[in-house]
């Protein structure tokens, strides 16, 4: 079996490295803060002390860290997977990050005979620890089928959409919509409490039909009941709004919807509610 | 039976008032455009010349006409229904209208002795000919009750809010969700294009997730392959957020995502695409 090599341990990276322990393949890992990775290493995982170390000891390097310039710095950086990866090693970036970024790191790959792969996820923590991620992949379809057998281990609705940049271009059409269907929801849930209406009973009204969404049925009754626990937290989701938002300007697109919904959780992050859940944003209404 | 009278026997009141002739309630026809009432009288309505006729001859009105003002002259002018009603007969507005119009509506039936109903509904014209509309009612219960039975032959998912007003405040929220959900929706599809990829394989890939919604798996596929037939009018979009902003403002709300969703189809209105889908918005972004 292919020799795999993991970076980036978090919420996200931890679940998932174990998925691939499940599936039997010999796993060596790094993680900025070593404690969490702690879980892994009791399984038999071997503890590496960089990134350039994971990547000369593996067939596979695996890396689902934190924001673009952390995955330039472990992919393109000196002590970085691509210095240190042998020819005909695969690495696979699993981090929603700038769908430009991955084309250089695929780019720079090819010059040193490292197939890259796009492969940001969705799902959430939860899709992580059950193994039900939705896999979005851009890049080399070889390269794709060599890394299926991990997705597989890690997801369930996994997706090749393009080359290079094609995941990440795909996770942010997802975040467009979610964004500004968040700001519908939370606006017809505050509408539904002004006007002296149940908005729980609105919920079950609507749903049904051509207002429903996953954003209504999953988390507004979360949100109208007062819990904001995340779920997903609003300053992931400003991470990845700010990267939709620097693609659409590269691409010279002018998308009102999403630079709102950037703005408003935006400013609840500033606010000090960035460890909250997406939901939270109907509390943004509410301190009117 | 009691006796109906049905006032707009438009693309939504004609097959609706066709379900009630269909349940054998003897019925009676008043529409601006008299032809348009022709299937009905074919097939046994009594035409009546204005409403004032129409509402001395019912036990119950129902009504389904086109903007608040004309609710509001049905209902409240000198040769409206309300001054034309028998003590003890019941009316019901199914038109999407004003919430606060609702209440004043109702107040001035409640001094005449007239029951007065607030029922607007969502799912088209084509719930309207397959008698699966979604009702959502506001007003007294007792009325309620005796108005079932009618909506039974015309939906499906009938659900009483609250007193009156609550129907057209429920479906302001409808509306409220699915204006900034199509924004989104739209600059996803918008995005997915331009980053080159496949809009299609976009919308399977991200529907089974956090970002599905009605909207992308049901309209968002029409759009991509240039079908921009409604569906619901783009003038009838605007009509309803426009009475919704009005509504939130009276409330003192502020919405900044349906002000922006407002302005984006007033614009395509404005532009003469009122009688195209609401799908048609993905076009204000190819026109860039």
Redesign the interface.
Known sequence: MERIGFIGTGVMGLPMAGHLLDAGYPLGVFNRTPERAAPLLERGAVWHDDPASVASASDVVVTIVGFPADVEEVYLGGGGVLAHAAEGALAIDMTTSS?LLARRIAEAGEERGVAVLDAPV???DTGARNGTL?I?VGGDEDAFGRALPLFEAMGS?I?R??GP??GQ??K??????????M???C??????R?????PA??V???E?????????S?LMPRAIAGDFAPG?KIKHFVKDLRI?LD??VE????????T??HA?YAALEAAGEGEDGTQALLRR?EQ?
């Open positions: 769908p969705s799902g959430g939705a979005m609705n997706t959409l393009g940049g094609a271009y795909t942010m059409c997802n975040q467009i919509a979610i964004a500004s269907g700001v519908g929801v606006e017809s849930m505050h509408y539904a002004a006007a002296g209406l149940d009973r609105v079950e009204t609507i049904k039909g051509a207002a429903g969404s996953w954003s209504l999953n997903f939709a693609s659409a691409m010279g697109l002018d998308l009102p919807g999403l709102m919904a408003l209404y009117e």
